[in-house]
Structures are given as C-alpha cells and as structure tokens.
C-alpha cells in the first residue's frame, strides 16, 4: 500500500511540476543562455574584424600612432571581459557593456581619422572592412534587442501567478536587460 502511495504522490508530483510551468522556465533560461551566446558572437565578429582595419589604416595613416594603438588595447580589453549566461547580472553586464563601450569609442575615432586621409578612404580594402564593421553594429543592435525580447519573456514568466512560486523554490531568478549608457541620446564628442 505505501509503495502505491509513493507511486501516486511521484505521479501527483510530476504532473504538477509539469503544469507549474517549470519546463517552460526551463527552456525560457535556455533561450536566454541561447540568446546571450548570439550577442557575444556579434560582438566577437567585430573585435575579429578590427586588426584588419588597423593594418589597413596604419599603412596610411601610420603617425596616427596613438589612434590606432588605441583601438588595439580597446579591442583587447574588450575581449577580456566575458560572462558566462548563469552569471547575467546587473554588475557583469554593466563591465561588459563598458569594454564594448570603450572599443566602440576607439573605433569611432579611427573612423573619424579615416575621413583625413583620401587615400585611406579610397582603399578598397578599408572600404570593404568599413562596411564589415558597420554590419556588425547594426547585429549587435539586433542581437540586443533580441536578448532583451527573450530576457523579457523570461522574467515575466518567472514572475507570474503560480509560476512565481516554482520559480523561487527552484532558484530561477530574474535576469538583467542590456540598457542604454545614461547620455547615449547625445552625440559623442570625439575631442580629436
């Protein structure tokens, strides 16, 4: 008799573990881990794509010294700073988000360095690299918002009526959305 009760109460059990929508949260935390492992890809793609540009640039522009040394050390720093997608956190993103932001900056510089040289800007090489990168921001402008279309889906899940229940019991927790830099809504002030 007690091992048809074990058997039921494991049957109960499941059921209701099934129907509290752990699964769901299951996979919603997969699509976000998913998700995150897209915008890092992109990001990845543009740091692979700078040293090409530099060497580009510097056969023009090689008094640019500090410029261009300058997007090298940016493109290192930002490729220090990973995080792995269990450990999503307000803190780790704003890190990440602030190495992109300064390889982001000395990227815009040497763009703005470009526009002095004719020669550089003329070559096909620094023009079809150009166009590369140009690509890769607008992936990581889609590869962000997708992350937080995913990220949004998750933590209302997690936070709705049962679900917030299982979700706690089970150690789900809310997940931090990329954000806008404060002052981002400005242009920036390249100071060349």
């Known amino acids: 008799m007690r091992k048809q009760l074990f058997y039921f109460l494991l049957l109960v059990t499941s059921l209701s573990m099934t129907s509290c929508g752990y699964n769901n949260m299951v996979n919603l935390q997969e699509r976000v881990a998913m998700q995150w492992a897209d915008v890092e890809n992109v990001y990845q793609r543009r740091a692979d794509l700078l040293p090409n540009l530099v060497k580009v ?3 023009y522009a090689g008094h640019e010294k500090e410029t261009l040394e300058g997007v090298i050390k940016a493109r290192a720093e930002a490729t220090k700073v990973t995080i792995k997608a269990d450990q999503l956190t307000e803190e780790n993103m704003a890190r990440f988000e602030q190495a992109q932001q300064g390889l982001s900056g000395a990227l815009s510089r ?3 360095v470009s526009e002095q040289y004719p020669d550089l800007k003329a070559n096909e090489n620094f023009k079809n690299l ?4 140009e690509g890769s921001e607008n992936r990581i402008a889609v590869e962000r918002r997708k992350f937080n279309e ?3 889906q998750y933590n209302t899940t997690i936070r709705n009526f049962p679900t917030n229940i299982y979700a706690g019991w089970f150690g789900f927790e809310s997940k931090p959305y990329f954000k806008s830099k404060q002052g981002t809504e400005n242009a920036p002030d390249l100071d060349l």
């Not at 150009?130 to 990168?133: D, F, M, S, Y």
């Open 57 to 59: 640039a510097k056969a």
């Open 110 to 112: 040497l763009m703005v």
């Open 130 to 133: 150009a166009v590369q990168i």
């Open 150 to 152: 995913v990220v949004q």
